[in-house]
């Protein structure tokens, strides 16, 4: 057995999630550390998603920040849990994807992984993301493996969705290879209109949204984007999904209360995610949600009345924290790249075929 780090830090930008893993013949969650995003850390990571200028030395600044800031959660989990650096076997970290466009060849997700191996005197495995890209793919989403590594034994067709800033699904058919893609936008939107609007970073439990109504006229022309009609594999990002995006669509209808656009927002999540899962997976028995989503109450309430057929419960139902899931899966994508196991699955991605995924920093 040995013990791994995962670091996740995701489109939504709250904060950076550290879990360590027992990897053996099971994987087993062992403890976590939570930190929030700096704002001003946030503000240059944002910053960065779209094009500006001096954008070279912007990155390499934004990203030793972010490398500081992980590695002083991980000396704090380390210090938690009584451990030393070479008691951990490797941190997978994922860094922080600024851009996004397989389909122009490219992701890129910066957090100087040389530097975290200095700051913490750990193996650090990152870059996880390249390898399928070369190999023709998306490179997204990358925790179908994961989800089938943990949930897959399970008999029967499940399905397990992450609700970060994008929503992401990964589809587990008894005799059949992990399936999965991206749905959407998943709290993107949402966290955009209400800071915009309220100044608040996040609708707490979808409560505003909750007291909104939905307006079909906007619903049905955010609905007209092409990307929600589009066969996987397939990815997206704030390269398509972001405020101008918003902006756009609303140009030109009547102006409709801000309330009312939360709750067409939370509405469009949600839509999207079950029509996703309806086209590609037909009478899923179980829907596990993991993810910052999890916690509002109007979307989970949404899903679970949009199909009354199937099951919908956050992981947690199988004993898996919901908010730990995405650390976990890239501490384990730490250790399929030392193992040589290859990670991604041309099913969900669409790459050429199997392939190691990650580049290795040795302490």
Known sequence: MALYIGVMS??????LDIALIEQGSAIKLIATHYIP???????????????G???????????????????????A???????KPQDIRAIGSHGQTIRHEPTRGFTVQIGNPALLTELTGITVVSDFRSRDVAAG????????????????????????LN??????????ETGKPVAGFDCGPGNVLLDTWIHQQRGEHFDRDGRWAAGGKVESQLLNTLLSDPFFVTQGPKSTGREVFNREWLQRHLAGLPAFAPQDVQA???????????????????????????????HNVTLM???AALLPATQVSSTATYGVDPDWVEAMAFAWLAHCCLEGIAANRPSVTGARGLRVLGAIYPA
């Open 37 to 51: 995003m700096p704002g001003s850390l946030r503000a240059d990571l944002l910053s960065l998603c779209a094009s």
């Open 264 to 294: 067409t927002l939370l509405e469009l999540t949600a839509l999207t995610i079950v029509k996703s899962l309806q086209t590609a997976q037909q009478q899923t028995e179980t829907l596990l949600v993991c993810g910052g989503g999890t």
């Open 10 to 15: 995701g489109t939504s930008l709250d904060g």
């Open 137 to 160: 793919g998306q490179g997204a989403p990358l925790v179908p493996a994961f989800h089938e590594a943990l949930f897959g034994e399970r008999s029967g067709n499940h399905a397990i």
């Open 77 to 83: 989990l380390l210090e938690q849990q009584a451990l």
């Open 53 to 75: 200028p001096d954008e070279i030395a912007r990155s390499a600044i934004a990203q030793q920040h972010w490398v500081t800031v992980a590695a002083q959660g991980i000396h």
């Open 163 to 172: 609700i970060g800033g994008f929503s992401n699904l990964s589809l587990i």
């Open 301 to 303: 309430s949404r899903l």
